[in-house]
């Protein structure tokens, strides 16, 4: 739903890319808009499983192999975090989408209290939630979590500065607890009912993402 409405009518048979697509989930979800659905994906057993849902190419997000001003929306869902140079990988999303196209991003806020990607200590890689990682400077948190960054507002802006684009939206959003739900849907409902409402307050700065929706301007 947030994706719909940050697409308003590009979704309507228009050109779209994911970035990172993985498997495949979003691609099959945006078929039912468009049949010009287009997904990029770097591991290559992800991208056989994927290109069953639609046009994927096996590439780096930093080195898109499409044409300039090609798409109307360009999706990446928790992707920019993992690539070796975010700034690029942004860049090339920017690059590739029409003027006038949308780039709707995801991507872990630093604020949230649980570093989700796991972490490193003493060179043994530890599973899980981790709390409280990112709120530590950055050299000790880099070190712990190299594999993964986490993203401040300002953090954001450096990525789109000198980019042509403006900012549509952007907030911070709470995890929709679907394993709980399926495990324990009763407690699971109340729980992803209580963390949309936390969407609504002050307390979003502590969400696990952000949501973000930039427009590319004529240049």
């Not at 407690?187 to 307390?203: A, F, N, Q």
């Amino acid at each position: 739903a947030m994706i719909r409405a940050a697409a308003e009518d590009r979704l309507a048979e228009g050109a779209i890319l994911d970035v990172g697509c993985g498997v495949g989930a979003y691609l099959s979800a945006l078929r039912v808009h468009s049949p010009h659905v287009f997904g990029v994906e770097i591991e290559g057993e992800y991208a056989r499983e994927a290109a069953t849902r639609g046009h994927v190419v096996q590439a780096l997000g930093e080195r898109l192999p499409f044409a300039e001003n090609c798409f109307d929306l360009v999706l990446s869902h928790e992707v920019i975090e993992h690539v070796s140079d975010d700034r690029a990988c942004v860049a090339e999303m920017v690059r590739v989408l029409k003027p006038g196209g949308r780039l709707v991003l995801f991507c872990p806020n630093r604020w949230y209290p649980f570093e989700t990607h796991g972490h490193y200590w003493r060179g043994v890689y530890h599973f899980g939630n981790t709390p409280l990682i990112n709120y530590l400077p950055d050299p000790l948190r880099n070190r712990l979590v190299p594999h993964a960054r986490a993203y401040t507002v300002a953090g954001l802006r450096r990525l789109l500065q000198g980019l042509p684009v403006h900012v549509v939206a952007h907030t911070r959003i709470y995890p929709g607890y679907d394993n709980l739900v399926r495990r324990w849907p009763a407690l699971g409902r109340v729980v992803r009912w209580l963390s949309y409402r936390l969407e609504r307050t002050p307390l979003r700065l502590l969400g696990l993402s952000h949501f973000l929706v930039v427009e590319k301007t004529a240049r």
